[in-house]
């Protein structure tokens, strides 16, 4: 759940790396920087490591990764400089504070920028806001195990920013892989290939006619 959560909040909230906290990565380091690493950190690297491998990530995708990559090995150099190298349980992970008025880019966006693993789903793309105080992403596609069965995975941020919980829902119908069109009052319109259309209130976590 740790690293699930870190990489959904590095998603939301790094899209775009801060040229303030930019830092130089050589394109060939595999390792983190020196200093104290706690395995949750550790298998998050390998883990973006191991999306970097792929080769089905089109050149915007592979940048995003490379960049929160990179801002989890500047988070761990920068607590290297005031942690003793003794300690041996985490502290909680301090996230570089961010701007109201960019925190969050409303929209729909292609893809799922790696999130998932085809085995897992095949997402088309997905939407991303804020609704009744609460930022909430809504992934689109189909089952990785069934290209027929449409779904959404809805994923809530805490508002502290510093947890997300994850939720599943099929289309009524096995009509195919859907996409977001459009959202409107709460409702996103979702289209499959041959143009059948279906409504899911981000309210109520349910699909409507």
Known sequence: ?????????????????????????DS??????????????????????????REDLDVEQR????????MLLHLIEMRSLTEPAFLSEPAALELPEVQQDNAVQEGIFEGDEGLFQPGEARIENYWQGVMDGKILQAFAG????????????VNEVSNDRRDASFSTY?????????????VENGVLHLTTGEGLVFHFDLSDKVFIE
């Open 28 to 53: 060939t380091q595999t390792s983190p920087p020196a200093g104290v690493v706690f395995p949750e950190e550790q298998q998050m690297i390998e883990k973006y490591q191991t999306i970097l491998d």
């Open 170 to 182: 099929t289309t009524p119908t096995r009509s195919g892989s859907i996409r977001v069109t459009a």
């Open 142 to 153: 189909a089952a990785g195990n069934d290209a027929m069965q449409g779904m959404i995975i």
């Open 1 to 25: 759940m740790f690293i699930a959560c870190l990489a959904l909040i590095l998603l939301v909230f790094f899209r775009k790396v801060p040229d303030d906290v930019a830092f130089a990565l």
């Open 63 to 70: 940048e995003s990764i490379q960049e929160k990559l990179q």
